[in-house]
C-alpha cells in the first residue's frame, strides 16, 4: 500500500530547501525502490511540468542516497534527504516532491513509502548575533541603561504635569498667593525632568547607533569574505543580484529592526506597564474605562494597520519590479540599442510604474483613511475619559490635576501599545534579514581557497595529468559532462582542444582551476595531487587564465594589469604590458597607464581588453597558461596582434588552449579531438588531417561556414 503524506500548507509556497524523508518499512522495498530508481526506464514522469535541473538533482540525489541506503544497511530505514535549492530553483514547491512520488507509486504500487516534504526557511542564529554584538557589548549595556532611565522619567512627567495644573487650578478657585512663586517650583521639576530625559535619549540614540553601525560593518565584510570565499558551484546556484542584496537590504534592515527593537521596545515596554501602574494609582475606575476600550482601540488599529503594511509591501514589490525592468535595460543598454527596442522597454517600464503608481495611490487612500478614523477614534477615547473624570472631578473623587496625569498618561499608554505592535512586525521582519544574512555567514566552501595545502618549494616543471576524470556539475548532477577523461600535458609544450560545442572543452580547464572537484579521478600536477596543493597559490601564481570575454575592473590600465599581481612595480606592468603587445596602444591614450577603462572595460575595444587581459595573466609569470578561446571574439585584425601577443606569451610554458576556431592551434604540439565527454582523437594537424576523423570533418566544416 502506498502512503503519500504531504504538508499541503507548503505546496503550493516557495521554498529554498525542502527535506524528503522516503520510509521504507520493508528493507526488500528499499531494494525494489532502489532497482526502479536505478533501472533506465524508471525517469517515468512529465519532466516538461518542472524545471529541468531540479528535477535531474533531486533525481540523482534520491538516486544516490537510496542506493547507498539499501547496499549499507540490510535493516528497514528511511532515507532522509535534504535539498538546498539556489534561487532560480525558488518557486519549486513540493508539488514536485508529490509529482515525484506519484510516479514511484505507479511503479511501485506494492512499496509502502512516505514522503513528507517540509518548507524549509533559514533560522536565525542568536550565537552569531552573539559574536557581532559581544564586541559592542559596553555600547549596548550604555544604551539600554539610558533608554530605560528615559522611559522611567517618561513615566514621571504624567504625574508632575498633574501637580502642575493642580496649582493652576487652585489658583483659580482660589485666587490668592503669588501664582509665579506657586508655580516655579513645579515648573522647574517638570524643566529639569524634560532636560534629563532629552539627554538621556540623546545618548542612547548616539550609543545605539554607533553600535547599530558598527555591527552592520562588520556584519558587511565577514559576509562579503564569506562569500568570496565560496565555491564557484555557490555562484552557479545563486544569483548575483540576491547575493548583493543581502550584503544591502537585509543587513539594513536587520540593523534598523535591531535599533528600533532595543531602544523603542524597551521603551514603549516600561512605560505601558509604568503608566499602566500611574493610570491606577491616580484612579481604578478610570482604569478600568481604559482597559475596555483602549485594547479593543489598539487591535483594531493594528488589525487595520497589518493590512496597511501588506498593501504597502505589495507595492515596494511592484516598485522593485519597475527598477529590475529598467535595471536589465540600462545593464544591456547595447543590446537594447542594437535591436531598436528602446520604445518597448519604455512600455514595460511605463506598464509596471503605472501599476506602482496604482498600488501606491491605494496605500496613500488606506493610510489617509486610518489615520482619519483614528484620529476621532483617540479624540472620543479623550472626550469620554474627560466626560467620565468630569464626574468623578465634581464628586470630589479626583482633583483637575489627576485628571491631566490621565489623560496624558493614557495617551503614552496608547502610543507605547501602537508602537509594540508596529514593532513585534518589524520584528519578524528584522529577524527574517538576519536569518538570511547568517544563512551564508556559516557556508563553508566545499574546495576551501587556502589552508592545509602545500606549496611545493623546488620550482615548477608544469606537467598536468588528467586521471581517469568523471564530471558532473553539482548544479546538474544528473549529466555527465567528463567520462574517464585522460590527458598529458607535457611541460612546456601546446596542447590544444577541439570539438563540438557544449562537449566539455571549458570544463576540463575549469577543472584545472579547481573551480570543480571531478566527481572521480585525480589531477596531478607535476606528479602531486591538485586537491593537496595551496589553492590560492595555484591559482594566483601557477595558473594564467585567459578566457573569450575578459572581465577588466572599472579603474585604471594600472591597476587592472597589476589585479595579476598587486605587489608587482610599475615596471613589471610595463614590460607585460609589452608582452601582451599593449604597450603601444595604452601609451597612445592621452592618460597613458592611468586611463581609466570604463566599467567592465566598456571603453575597450574587444582587443585592447584581451591584451589587457594577456598582461593580467602574464604579469604572475605562470608555469600554466589556459587559453579559453582567447581570440575567437575578435575580428581578424585584433585577432593577429593577439595572436602575436599570445605566441610570445606562450614560450617556455605548459598551454592549454581551448580553441573554437580551428585556424588558431595548428602549429600546436598536440591537438586532442573531444566527443561526448572523452578524448576521441589526438595528434599534430597534419597527422589528424591525414586520419581523415572527426578532426578533418570539423576542419571542412568550418571551411564551408567560412565560405557561407
Ligand atoms: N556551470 C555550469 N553548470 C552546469 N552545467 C554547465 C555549466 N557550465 C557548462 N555546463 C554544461 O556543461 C556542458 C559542457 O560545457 P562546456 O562549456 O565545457 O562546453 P564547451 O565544449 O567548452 O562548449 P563551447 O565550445 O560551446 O564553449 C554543456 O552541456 C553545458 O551546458
Redesign the pocket.
Known amino acids: 500500500m502506498f502512503q503519500l503524506l504531504c504538508n499541503t500548507a507548503s505546496i503550493i509556497a516557495p521554498v529554498r530547501s525542502l527535506s524528503l524523508h522516503l520510509r521504507c518499512h520493508k528493507t526488500a522495498d528499499i531494494r525494489k525502490l532502489s532497482r526502479w530508481y536505478t533501472s533506465p526506464g524508471s525517469n517515468a514522469y512529465n519532466s516538461s511540468q518542472l524545471p529541468g535541473n531540479t528535477v535531474s538533482h533531486i533525481w540523482s540525489l534520491t538516486q544516490r542516497a537510496i542506493r547507498q541506503s539499501a547496499v549499507q544497511t540490510s535493516k528497514p530505514q528511511g532515507v532522509a534527504l535534504r535539498f538546498i535549492l539556489g534561487p532560480s530553483l525558488l518557486t519549486v514547491s513540493t508539488r514536485l516532491f508529490c509529482h515525484v512520488a506519484h510516479c514511484e507509486a505507479d511503479v511501485n504500487n506494492n512499496t509502502s513509502v512516505e514522503v513528507v516534504a517540509k518548507n524549509h526557511v533559514p533560522e536565525f542564529q542568536w550565537h552569531i548575533l552573539w559574536e557581532f554584538v559581544r564586541p559592542q557589548l559596553f555600547a549596548l549595556i550604555g544604551a539600554i541603561v539610558l533608554a530605560f532611565g528615559a522611559a522611567i522619567l517618561n513615566i514621571q512627567i504624567p504625574l508632575m504635569l498633574g501637580d502642575l495644573v493642580n496649582v493652576v487650578a487652585r489658583f483659580l478657585r482660589e485666587n490668592t498667593g503669588n501664582y509665579v512663586h506657586e508655580i516655579r517650583g513645579p515648573a522647574m521639576k517638570l524643566l529639569g525632568l524634560y532636560g534629563i530625559q532629552g539627554l538621556l535619549t540623546t545618548g542612547y540614540i548616539i550609543l545605539l547607533s554607533r553600535m547599530g553601525e558598527r555591527v552592520a560593518a562588520d556584519m558587511r565584510k565577514t559576509l562579503f569574505a564569506s562569500l568570496l570565499r565560496q565555491d564557484?558551484t555557490f555562484f552557479?546556484a545563486n544569483k548575483t543580484g540576491q547575493l548583493v542584496n543581502r550584503l544591502t537590504a537585509d543587513i539594513q534592515e536587520f540593523k534598523s529592526s535591531f535599533k528600533l527593537v532595543i531602544s523603542q521596545g524597551l521603551r514603549s515596554i516600561t512605560q505601558t506597564v509604568g503608566c499602566f501602574l500611574s493610570l491606577y494609582f491616580i484612579s481604578p475606575k478610570l482604569t478600568g474605562l481604559t482597559v475596555v476600550v483602549l485594547p479593543c482601540l489598539v487591535g483594531a488599529g493594528a488589525f487595520i494597520g497589518s493590512f496597511l503594511r501588506k498593501l504597502s509591501r505589495l507595492a515596494q514589490e511592484q516598485v522593485a519590479k519597475a527598477t529590475g525592468v529598467a535595471d536589465e535595460a540600462l545593464g544591456n543598454v547595447r543590446t537594447v540599442k542594437a535591436f531598436a527596442m528602446e520604445q518597448r522597454e519604455l512600455q514595460l517600464y511605463a506598464h509596471e510604474v503605472d501599476k506602482s503608481c496604482e498600488m501606491n495611490g491605494n496605500l496613500g487612500a488606506g493610510i489617509a483613511v486610518f489615520q482619519g478614523l483614528s484620529n476621532v477614534a483617540l479624540n472620543c477615547l479623550v472626550l469620554g475619559t474627560i466626560f467620565a473624570g468630569g464626574t468623578l472631578i465634581s464628586s470630589n473623587e479626583m482633583s483637575p490635576g489627576d485628571l491631566m496625569s490621565f489623560l496624558v498618561a493614557s495617551q503614552t499608554v496608547q502610543r507605547s501599545l501602537a508602537s509594540i505592535s508596529i514593532l513585534f512586525g518589524q520584528m519578524v521582519r528584522g529577524l527574517s534579514s538576519g536569518a538570511r544574512v547568517f544563512e551564508y555567514l556559516g557556508l563553508e566552501p566545499t574546495i576551501p581557497l587556502s589552508g592545509g595545502g602545500r606549496i611545493p618549494y623546488h620550482s615548477l616543471m608544469g606537467r598536468v595529468d588528467f586521471m581517469d576524470i568523471s564530471f558532473s556539475?553539482p548544479?546538474?548532477p544528473g549529466?555527465q559532462?567528463l567520462k574517464r577523461f585522460n590527458l598529458t600535458l607535457p611541460p612546456c609544450k601546446t596542447i590544444a582542444i577541439v570539438?563540438?560545442?557544449?562537449?566539455?572543452?571549458?570544463?576540463?580547464a575549469?577543472l584545472l582551476e579547481r573551480f570543480y572537484d571531478p566527481t572521480s579521478g585525480v589531477i596531478m600536477l607535476d606528479g602531486l595531487d591538485i586537491r593537496t596543493l595551496d589553492l590560492s597559490w595555484l591559482r594566483g601564481q601557477v595558473i594564467g587564465f585567459i578566457n573569450q570575454e575578459p572581465v577588466l575592473f572599472g579603474s585604471s590600465v594600472m591597476e587592472n594589469i597589476r589585479f595579476g599581481k598587486p605587489e608587482a612595480t610599475d615596471a613589471e606592468v610595463i614590460n607585460a604590458a609589452k608582452q601582451a603587445n599593449a604597450h603601444h596602444f595604452i601609451t597612445g591614450f592621452p592618460d597613458g597607464y592611468n586611463t581609466v577603462v570604463g566599467e567592465r572595460g566598456v571603453m575597450l575595444s574587444g582587443g585592447q581588453k584581451q591584451r589587457i587581459a594577456i598582461a593580467r595573466a602574464l604579469i604572475k609569470n605562470p608555469s600554466i597558461l589556459v587559453l579559453d578561446?582567447a581570440t575567437s571574439a575578435l575580428d581578424a585584425e585584433s585577432e593577429r596582434v593577439v595572436q602575436e601577443a599570445l605566441d610570445r606569451a606562450t614560450r617556455g610554458r605548459t598551454v592549454l588552449i581551448?580553441a573554437?576556431r580551428l585556424s588558431t592551434i595548428q602549429g600546436a604540439d598536440l591537438i586532442c579531438v573531444?566527443s561526448n565527454g572523452r578524448i576521441v582523437e589526438a595528434g599534430t594537424h597534419l597527422e589528424l588531417l591525414s586520419k581523415g576523423g572527426l578532426y578533418s570533418a570539423l576542419i571542412r566544416r568550418q571551411k564551408t561556414e567560412g565560405q557561407s
Open positions: 564557484v552557479d556539475y548544479t546538474r549529466h559532462i570539438g563540438e560545442s557544449g562537449g566539455g572543452k571549458s570544463t576540463v575549469s578561446e581551448i573554437h573531444m
